[in-house]
């Protein structure tokens, strides 16, 4: 990177060129100014080569083992921050402009003290070789700031996107609880919450908040943000009014959200992006809303604010949004760029395919809104036109006497890519006796070259009981309907054996409540 090799590492005010636009940030609680670097440089890039603070490791540069976790603080609007553990690995640099980033370098105190964090894992021996601890420390420090001695299901959440390979997770989880006994020196980075569970506003947190208002107040030609570098321009619009614009104006521009995908085109493939627009300062895509008839998530809300929107009204889905990703994932991803993204083994398309979710379409002035299904035409082909992207999805409100279920087929629990991912949702009728289905809907993902509805054993599920028999016949219905590929992941005859088993699961699970067949919760109860 021959754009960093030219000043010092510690020397933060040689970085503040006089530059109509560059990226503007807080590191460590000190302002940057970064000019020169293309805008697809990721934050993991500019941190080690750039700032030579190597506490932030690379390891397997796709958001997958959280060795490069760190965590951003982002102003809230009520004169807050909020705290979030992201990857750098795959965030672009642009996209923390006007944000706040803390690295493990950070937290030791100014007098040389180990956070409470650090002096946890080290009493609790957290830590053999090494490698893998700033990640969790970084992780760790972000569960600090937003729980105080969270569940053991938070803490693993919390921890889902961090690989350790040595010292065995026991005493890392111990040293989650331990951590909280531990106060910190002078009050340097201390909790989010107090002793008592209510909501801690530090000074720093105030002070933190006024510096990044005065960056968001520096640049007062246009309400979008401009970068270029090396021939490559990153466009952030901040209304929807400008990004139609934008999008327009530059229909070959990559657009870009959380780059939780795109992301590793630059890591791995190592493609030349072209011009970047970034959805992710635009506000009105930030709004999750409730009509009198559909939940409305805009297409730049996380998938951590958006998977907990969908909680309230499904929590039947809950297990599945755990297992989408991790938290930094979370934290930066979106459901608008997994589902423009038309992957056939994304996790949220099945179950908003079930769900009867459409997607909104802007291009120019003109909006459209499409079924969800009707938006996949093929292999990573959509019906987006040059020029239109995604603005929001709409999910219809619960239905009455829905019964829904989400599952998940993958190697691991955690952090894993589907084989396959199925969600069922059968709205019956009728007395206990004789339940009936008067509507069903299957979302499909891993089995077929885009996301699908299994629309032939939708139309045989219709009208019949909800029993034995009907999930054999709709099993074997569903076994056949796809033709899904072999690959590293599965075979294609276990994917197709899995999703019958799933129905037949799917049935027992729903009708036979002493039968265990779930590590967790089982399928709620109809309303």
């Given at each position: 990177m021959?754009a960093?090799?030219?000043?010092?590492?510690l020397?933060?005010?040689?970085l503040a060129?006089?530059?109509?636009?560059?990226?503007r940030l807080l590191?460590?609680?000190a302002p940057v100014?970064?000019?020169g670097l293309?805008?697809?440089?990721?934050?993991?890039e500019?941190?080690r080569?750039?700032?030579?603070?190597?506490?932030t490791?690379?390891?397997?540069?796709?958001?997958?083992?959280?060795a490069?976790?760190?965590?951003l603080?982002?102003p809230?609007?009520?004169?807050?921050v909020?705290w979030?553990?992201v990857?750098a690995?795959?965030?672009?640099l642009?996209?923390?402009?006007?944000?706040?980033?803390?690295t493990?370098?950070s937290?030791?105190?100014?007098?040389g003290?180990l956070?409470?964090?650090?002096?946890?894992?080290?009493?609790?021996h957290?830590?053999?070789?090494?490698?893998?601890t700033p990640?969790?420390v970084?992780?760790?420090?972000?569960?600090?700031?937003?729980?105080?001695?969270?569940?053991?299901?938070?803490?693993?959440?919390?921890?889902?996107?961090n690989?350790?390979?040595?010292?065995g997770?026991?005493?890392?989880?111990t040293?989650?609880?331990?951590?909280y006994?531990i106060?910190p020196?002078?009050?340097?980075?201390g909790?989010?919450?107090g002793?008592d569970?209510s909501?801690?506003?530090?000074d720093e947190?105030q002070?933190?908040?006024?510096?990044?208002?005065q960056i968001?107040?520096?640049?007062?030609?246009?309400?979008?943000?401009?970068?270029?570098?090396?021939?490559?321009?990153?466009i952030?619009p901040?209304?929807t009014?400008?990004l139609?614009?934008?999008?327009?104006?530059?229909?070959?521009?990559?657009?870009?959200a959380?780059?939780?995908?795109v992301?590793l085109?630059?890591t791995k493939e190592?493609?030349?992006?072209?011009?970047?627009?970034y959805?992710g300062?635009?506000a009105e895509?930030?709004?999750v809303a409730?009509?009198?008839?559909?939940l409305e998530?805009g297409a730049?809300?996380t998938l951590?604010?958006?998977?907990a929107a969908?909680?309230?009204q499904?929590?039947e889905l809950h297990?599945?949004?755990v297992?989408?990703?991790?938290v930094?994932i979370?934290?930066?991803g979106?459901?608008?760029?997994n589902?423009a993204?038309?992957?056939p083994?994304?996790?949220?398309m099945?179950?908003m395919l079930a769900?009867g979710?459409t997607?909104?379409?802007?291009?120019g002035?003109?909006?459209?809104?499409?079924?969800l299904?009707d938006?996949?035409l093929a292999?990573?082909k959509?019906?987006?036109q040059p020029?239109?992207?995604?603005t929001?999805?709409r999910?219809?409100?619960?239905q009455?006497h829905?019964l829904?279920?989400a599952?998940?087929?993958a190697?691991?629990?955690?952090q894993?890519?589907?084989?396959?991912f199925?969600c069922?949702?059968?709205t019956?009728e009728?007395?206990?006796?004789d339940r009936?289905?008067?509507?069903?809907?299957?979302?499909?993902g891993?089995?077929?070259p885009i996301p699908?509805?299994?629309?032939k054993?939708?139309?045989?599920l219709d009208?019949?009981?909800?029993?034995d028999a009907?999930?054999?016949?709709?099993a074997a219905?569903?076994?056949?309907?796809?033709a899904p590929?072999?690959d590293?992941?599965?075979?294609?005859?276990y994917?197709?054996?899995v999703?019958?088993?799933?129905?037949?699961r799917f049935?027992?699970?729903?009708?036979?409540?002493?039968?265990a067949?779930r590590?967790h919760?089982a399928?709620?109860p109809?309303?």
């Amino acid at each position: 990177m021959d754009a960093v090799a030219s000043y010092s590492p510690l020397d933060i005010e040689s970085l503040a060129v006089p530059d109509p636009s560059p990226i503007r940030l807080l590191l460590n609680g000190a302002p940057v100014a970064i000019t020169g670097l293309r805008p697809q440089t990721t934050l993991l890039e500019y941190l080690r080569e750039g700032r030579r603070l190597t506490g932030t490791k690379e390891g397997c540069a796709e958001g997958d083992c959280g060795a490069c976790t760190v965590v951003l603080a982002e102003p809230t609007g009520s004169g807050g921050v909020e705290w979030k553990a992201v990857n750098a690995c795959i965030r672009l640099l642009p996209s923390v402009h006007g944000k706040a980033v803390f690295t493990v370098e950070s937290l030791r105190a100014p007098d040389g003290s180990l956070h409470p964090v650090q002096r946890a894992l080290v009493d609790c021996h957290g830590s053999q070789c090494g490698f893998c601890t700033p990640g969790f420390v970084m992780s760790l420090f972000a569960l600090y700031k937003n729980a105080h001695r969270p569940e053991r299901e938070t803490v693993d959440d919390a921890l889902s996107g961090n690989l350790c390979r040595c010292t065995g997770y026991l005493p890392i989880l111990t040293a989650a609880g331990r951590m909280y006994d531990i106060d910190p020196v002078a009050g340097w980075r201390g909790p989010g919450f107090g002793p008592d569970g209510s909501p801690l506003q530090n000074d720093e947190e105030q002070s933190i908040a006024q510096e990044l208002s005065q960056i968001a107040s520096a640049d007062t030609r246009a309400t979008t943000f401009e970068y270029a570098a090396d021939g490559q321009r990153w466009i952030a619009p901040g209304t929807t009014a400008e990004l139609a614009a934008a999008c327009l104006a530059n229909p070959d521009a990559q657009i870009v959200a959380g780059a939780t995908d795109v992301g590793l085109w630059v890591t791995k493939e190592h493609r030349n992006l072209g011009d970047l627009i970034y959805t992710g300062e635009c506000a009105e895509l930030r709004i999750v809303a409730s009509t009198p008839s559909h939940l409305e998530i805009g297409a730049a809300v996380t998938l951590t604010v958006a998977c907990a929107a969908l909680d309230q009204q499904w929590p039947e889905l809950h297990e599945a949004w755990v297992r989408f990703g991790s938290v930094p994932i979370r934290n930066s991803g979106t459901l608008g760029g997994n589902v423009a993204n038309g992957s056939p083994i994304g996790d949220s398309m099945p179950a908003m395919l079930a769900l009867g979710a459409t997607v909104v379409l802007r291009r120019g002035d003109a909006q459209r809104e499409i079924t969800l299904e009707d938006y996949y035409l093929a292999y990573r082909k959509t019906v987006r036109q040059p020029g239109e992207f995604v603005t929001m999805l709409r999910v219809p409100h619960r239905q009455k006497h829905l019964l829904l279920s989400a599952y998940k087929i993958a190697k691991r629990f955690d952090q894993d890519i589907s084989a396959v991912f199925a969600c069922f949702a059968l709205t019956l009728e009728g007395g206990s006796n004789d339940r009936r289905i008067a509507h069903a809907r299957i979302g499909c993902g891993g089995v077929a070259p885009i996301p699908k509805r299994a629309k032939k054993t939708e139309a045989l599920l219709d009208g019949r009981r909800w029993d034995d028999a009907t999930a054999e016949v709709a099993a074997a219905s569903l076994a056949e309907e796809f033709a899904p590929i072999g690959d590293m992941r599965a075979s294609a005859a276990y994917r197709r054996a899995v999703l019958a088993n799933l129905l037949r699961r799917f049935q027992i699970e729903s009708t036979v409540s002493t039968v265990a067949v779930r590590a967790h919760a089982a399928v709620a109860p109809i309303a």
